[in-house]
């Protein structure tokens, strides 16, 4: 039932900004942690960032951390992943995802986790 669509994916040159965005439906928005994930070509999928229902709590990978900065809009039931400093390896199809906790969001993965889609972003050098 829950439903997730993520946009903002694109190409952008190394050191560039993107703003990702993930629309969630279907149940209550406040009732889920939510959280970004990445898959690049023939790679495992590997945790981003991850977020409590407040907004109050939030994890970062470390290949990540001080460069993207995930929050969350309740009136508009919307998770977002602000990307800064991109850097070519950071080339990867984006999935949000949405969980009973934040912390259940982090490897190991724990609990029922609902996925988007994806969203492709492809930085140049």
């Known amino acids: 039932q829950v439903q997730l669509v993520e946009s903002g994916g694109g190409l952008v040159q190394a050191g560039g900004s993107l703003r990702l965005s993930c629309v969630f439906s279907?149940?209550?928005?406040?009732?889920?942690?939510m959280g970004w994930f990445r898959q690049a070509p023939g790679k495992e999928r590997e945790f981003v960032a991850t977020?409590?229902?407040?907004?109050?709590?939030?994890y970062y990978a470390d290949s990540v951390k001080g460069r993207f900065t995930i929050s969350r809009d309740s009136a508009k039931n919307t998770v977002y992943l602000q990307m800064d400093s991109l850097k070519p390896e950071d080339t990867a199809v984006y999935y949000c995802a949405a969980g009973d906790y934040y912390h259940n969001l982090r490897p190991p993965l724990r609990g029922v986790v609902y996925w988007g889609k994806g969203t492709l972003v492809t930085v140049s050098s």
């Open positions: 279907g149940r209550t928005f406040s009732d889920y942690a």
């Open positions: 977020i409590n229902w407040s907004g109050g709590n939030t």
